[in-house]
Structure formats: structure tokens, C-alpha cells
């Protein structure tokens, strides 16, 4: 079975930096199947980036977030910069399989979940 190991989340600045890690073990899967989203309290699963043979980002974070990976330690990372306030939730580290371009942005189409961590952004 697939497991995400998601870590990096903290107490952080306004216009502070920081990089989230989703280490997948178990079963694979392909790095086009997989997505960050993020959840605030009282709020859904808000769609954040995933990668689709192109990179996609929602409008509150393009510019300033950045998906990659590291293959050889089956390892996905979000790497957030100029964080704000607004930022402020619970970061999932999610995958598919068989996700379609016109649902990649739907929490729902997801089967495998990581534990999430918290990211505060507060001065």
C-alpha cells in the first residue's frame, strides 16, 4: 500500500521561506498523480500545485510556491517563499492514480493521503 510521509510544516515570518517534503514509500506512484492542497480550519481542501507532465499552481500561490522532486529519494517538495498570512493551514501531500486534467484541482479525485502538517505564518 502507498504511504506519504509528509514533514517540514512550522511556525514561520511573513515573506519567510520554507520547503515541505511528502516522502512516498510502499507502492509508487507517478509524479503526475500527485498534488499539494491545504486545508484551513472551517474550510475545504483547497487545491494548491500538482505536477501533470506541466506544473500546475493555484492563482493564490503561483509565483511564489514551487513543486519539485527528488527521484532518488522518492521524495516530492513544495517550496514556499514570500509566505503571507493567508498561507496559514494544514498542507496535504496527495496522489492519484488516473487523475484527468479537468479534475487535478478536486481534493475528491485523490486516494492516498498523507497525515498533513501544520504551517503558521504570524508575526
Known amino acids: 500500500q502507498l504511504q506519504l510521509g509528509v514533514s517540514g510544516g512550522r511556525l514561520l515570518q511573513p515573506r519567510g521561506s520554507r520547503r515541505l517534503s511528502c516522502v512516498a514509500s510502499?507502492?509508487?506512484?507517478?509524479?503526475?498523480?500527485m498534488a499539494w492542497f491545504r486545508q484551513a480550519p472551517g474550510k475545504g481542501r483547497e487545491f494548491v500545485a500538482a505536477?501533470?507532465?506541466?506544473?500546475y499552481y493555484s492563482d493564490a500561490v503561483k509565483g511564489r510556491f514551487t513543486m519539485s522532486r527528488d527521484n532518488a529519494k522518492n521524495t516530492v517538495y513544495l517550496q514556499m517563499n514570500d509566505l503571507k498570512p493567508e498561507d496559514t493551514a494544514v498542507y496535504h501531500c496527495?496522489?492519484?492514480?488516473?487523475?484527468?486534467?479537468?479534475?487535478?484541482?478536486?481534493?475528491?479525485?485523490?486516494?492516498?493521503w498523507g497525515q498533513g502538517t501544520q504551517v503558521t505564518v504570524s508575526s
Open positions: 496527495a496522489a492519484g492514480p488516473g487523475i484527468i486534467l479537468s479534475s487535478l484541482r478536486d481534493a475528491r479525485q485523490y486516494a492516498y
Open positions: 510502499g507502492r509508487s506512484c507517478r509524479i503526475n498523480d
Open positions: 505536477s501533470r507532465g506541466n506544473l
